[in-house]
């Protein structure tokens, strides 16, 4: 799972039944430091966030379990809001890729 931070929400009058009741949002790809680094995606909202939110989303299966009991196509999900980031460890440059690549 990844922290993103919520950028728009996307057009979505038309989609799969399997995904009915739910919004499609697009989301940012941040780095520790919460800032953009110009990847984005589509994921299904699973919790009601707002535009501006921190959010962490789930990929693959995990993120189709989020939809449980809904059988729509999903690869990514968001499934929860991020009050506060804390980053423990020191980030260098040589590490800094295992924190934003998926």
């Given amino acids: 799972m990844k922290g993103r931070r919520l ?3 996307s057009l979505d ?8 009741g739910f919004k499609l949002m697009i989301v940012e790809l941040i780095n520790p430091c919460e800032q ?15 535009i501006g939110d921190l959010v962490l989303v789930a990929r693959g299966g995990a993120a189709r ?6 059988e729509g196509p999903v690869d990514a999900a968001i499934v929860g809001i991020v009050d506060n980031m804390e980053v423990s ?14």
């Fill in 7 to 9: 950028w728009a929400s």
């Fill in 13 to 20: 009058s038309t989609k799969q039944d399997g995904l009915s």
């Fill in 36 to 50: 953009e680094i110009g990847q984005s995606l589509v994921a299904v909202d699973t919790v009601g966030v707002g």
């Fill in 65 to 70: 379990k989020a939809i449980n009991p809904c």
């Fill in 89 to 102: 460890r020191l980030i260098t440059r040589q590490n800094l890729h295992d924190f934003v690549s998926d």
